[in-house]
Every structure is written in C-alpha cells, then in structure tokens.
C-alpha cells in the first residue's frame, strides 16, 4: 500500500509537470470549451497507453537481464527526476499568452501532440522501477501499476480542463506560470529525492 500510494503521488506530481500534452488540453479548454478539451485529454491517454506499452516492454528485458542494470536505471530516474526539476525552476517565464491550438480533431490533435514526444518512452523507463520490486513476479505488478498510471494521468488531466475556464486570467498571468513552474519544481525534486530513501 505504500508503494502503491507513493506510486500515486509521483504520477500525480509527474503529471503536474507542464508538457506539450497539458499545454495544448489547456488551450484547448480555453479556446473551444470543456467537450474538446477531454477529447484531447483522451487522446493523449490513449497515446500514453502505447508509449507506455513500448516502454514496458524495454523495461521488462532489463529486469530479466540483470539486477545490476534495473538497480543503475532506478539511481539513473532518481537523478533524472532530480535534473527535471531543476530545470524547470531554472527555466524562463514566457510572456506571452498561450497560442491557439491549430484547427482539427481535438482527439488526434491530444495523440498526435503526446505520440511525437519520444522522450515519454525515456522517462517511463526510468520512472517505473522507483515502484518495482525485482524480486517479485514482474507482469503482476505491471498489470496494478500500469491502468493506475493512466487513471491518475486523465484525472489529473481532465481536472485541469475543468479548471482552465475559471482560472484563464491567472494561467495566463506571467505571476501564474511562475508560481505553476516553482511548484512542479519542487515537487519533482522533492519526487526524486523520496525515491532515493525507497
């Protein structure tokens, strides 16, 4: 149970971190209301499904070819979650306002914007064995773990397109994004850190 709520916790925090696929549900809330902004978010889930699937795959042959490798790709994501939120605190507030997703399909604008982010692959690597026990059956776990992923992602997700609406003056305020990038900051380090102690 603790595993499975720090597993929650990080994918949340994860989740909260402003991406090509949060940015355009965002917009996209904004501009042409809540109905297209959870086709997006459903479009990008299903995306993060496959991306998913690809990464387990690769995952799963590293558990089964060496112990060593899975124990240096976990202190690899915990370095990794570490450098990610240093970088986003030292990253630049824009000042511009958010542009205006281009016309089409919400849905396969959502998959089509989260497929051609290939670093999710990278990332999902390093990131499932903070939640992996080497020792215990591996598909077991990948089977809890893996729809727990994407639930928390369209809930997060979807909890930001019912958001965008109402708070559209202070998203798109420059006070905004700095408070929205310190704090997924922070809490990626912080991610990172606690998955050292694991």
Not at 75 to 87: D, E, F, H, R
Not at 97 to 116: C, E, N, R, Y
Not at 121 to 147: E, R
Request: with cysteine; net charge positive; hydrophobic share 60%.
């Amino acid at each position: 149970m603790t595993i499975l709520l720090s597993f929650i916790l990080a994918t949340i925090v994860v989740s909260l971190m402003p991406g090509p696929s949060m940015i355009l549900i965002i917009i996209t809330a904004l501009e042409h209301g809540l109905g297209k902004a959870m086709q997006a978010t459903l479009g990008a889930v299903l995306a993060d499904a496959i991306l998913l699937a690809l990464a387990l795959c690769g995952l799963g042959a590293i558990i089964h070819a060496s112990a060593l490798a899975f124990q240096a790709l976990k202190w690899i994501g915990v370095l990794y979650l570490i450098y990610l939120g240093a970088m986003q605190l030292r990253s630049k507030v824009a000042q511009e306002d958010m542009p205006s997703p281009a016309p089409g399909h919400a849905f396969l604008q959502g998959l089509g914007v989260t497929l051609l982010n290939p670093k999710i692959i990278g990332f999902l690597i390093v990131f499932f064995p903070q939640f992996i026990k080497p020792q215990a059956p591996l598909l077991p776990q990948l089977l809890i773990l893996a729809p727990l992923f994407l639930l928390v992602v369209f809930l997060v997700f979807a909890a930001f397109a019912l958001a965008a609406r109402g708070a559209r003056r202070f998203l798109g305020s420059t006070r905004g994004k700095r408070i929205f990038k310190n704090l997924s900051g922070c809490s990626l380090i912080g991610c990172g850190i606690f998955s050292a102690t694991v």
